[in-house]
Every structure is written in C-alpha cells, then in structure tokens.
C-alpha cells in the first residue's frame, strides 16, 4: 500500500468534503481505494495464518464503504475520512469477536480487537464467561506480547455499577461492567508510512488473539 498517497488523499477530502469536490476527484478515490483493498487482503492473509476462523471469509469483502449514513447524524458530511476494514467469522459483521482496522492520518489510525456492543444474550453470556473464567482473562493480559500492544479494555461506554446478579466487590467488576469488549492500538503517521507496517499490525492483531478466543469460548 502507497501509504503517503493515500494519506494524501484522506487529508484533501477531510478540508474537502462535499459530492461536487468528491466527483471531481473520483478516480484517485478509486487508485487508493483499490491500494487498501489490496492491502487488506495481504493482511487477511497474515492473520488468518494464525486464526483460521476467518478462513471461509472472501477477503475481498471485509473493506468498508467511505460513503457515511447520515440519516441521523448532526454531521452531515458525506464521507468519511479513513479507510477501514474488519476480520471475522462473519465478515465484517459485528455479530463476532474478530479484529478491525482504520487508517486515518493525524496519527488516528489504529487497531482494535474483540466484540463491540454484543446484544443482550451475548452480553450476558460474556459477563458469566468473566465472571467463571476471568483469571484467565487476566492472566492473557499479562503476557508479555500482549503487554506490548494493549493494556486495558477501551471503556467509553461502561456501566456506572456493577450490572444486577454481579457483587460490587467482585475482582473483576471493571470488566463486567463494560457493554462493550475492545482492546486498541494506535499507530502513528509514520508507523504507517514505514515498509513493516503490514508486519507490525499483523503481530499486534496476533497479539491480541487472546482476547477473541476467549470471548469466542464465551459465545459458543
């Protein structure tokens, strides 16, 4: 992927972003666009060495379209301003645990594993895999190539309390707590300028594995 290209591009629709600019300049739209299909098909390939439950997926269908719903959005810019893609049993569904990418410049891209807002069967099935098998959870979270990417579920959209049927003092109320399972890791402009960058996210997607298999054992 011609990263510097596709930045380059994401930066002039970001002070752009309007259909008459858009149409004018489609067909780079597409060269980058076909850039990162291109490069989420090698990186599908990476990480399905490593977890074969994404092995039935087309990779060709796992890249997200720039156009944005705006149907009930304040913000009614048309595009959005990365590039973006998601790996899972399902595809780039959100019904499974698997591993999304957004390339984004301003130093906003970033990696992020696990389940978004799972619905409330699975979130309850999520909550008694943590509440039976959290240790092992936790112990995942101390080895040392996941220490190196992640540190900590993102919480923006956690409970205040501990959810009803859970003690506040349970050792692992923080974990319960969250409607949503996702650990992240950002990469800066020039992580992703750099000629190893395929490598470096596929070892933080490898990394982070953990966390998808044990919410995967959780929704089984």
Do not use: C
Request: aromatic share 14%.
């Amino acid at each position: 992927m011609k990263a510097e290209a596709v930045f380059d591009f994401l930066k002039k629709l970001s002070r752009n972003n309007n259909r008459e600019w858009f149409e004018k300049n489609k067909g780079k739209y597409l060269e980058i666009k076909e850039m990162f299909d291109a490069f989420a098909v090698e990186l599908f390939e990476q990480i399905v060495m490593f977890d074969e439950s994404i092995a039935t997926q087309d990779p060709k269908k796992l890249t997200f379209r720039i156009y944005r719903d705006v149907r009930f959005s304040k913000d009614k810019t048309p595009y959005k301003t990365h590039m973006s893609a998601a790996y899972s049993s399902v595809g780039k569904g959100l019904g499974k645990p698997g591993y999304y990418i957004q390339i984004e410049p301003g130093n906003k891209s970033f990696i992020g594993i696990g389940q978004y807002m799972p619905d409330a069967e699975n979130l309850s099935r999520i909550r008694q895999e943590i509440d039976y098998n959290g240790d092992n959870l936790k112990k995942a979270f101390k080895e040392k190539s996941f220490k190196k990417y992640y540190d900590a579920f993102w919480d923006g959209d956690a409970l205040k309390t501990s959810p009803k049927g859970y003690p506040k003092d349970h050792p692992h109320a923080e974990w319960l707590k969250l409607k949503s399972f996702i650990i992240t890791h950002e990469f800066s402009d020039a992580d992703v300028l750099s000629k190893t960058f395929l490598k470096n996210i596929a070892a933080a997607a490898k990394a982070g594995k953990p966390l998808n298999d044990f919410l995967n054992e959780a929704l089984a």
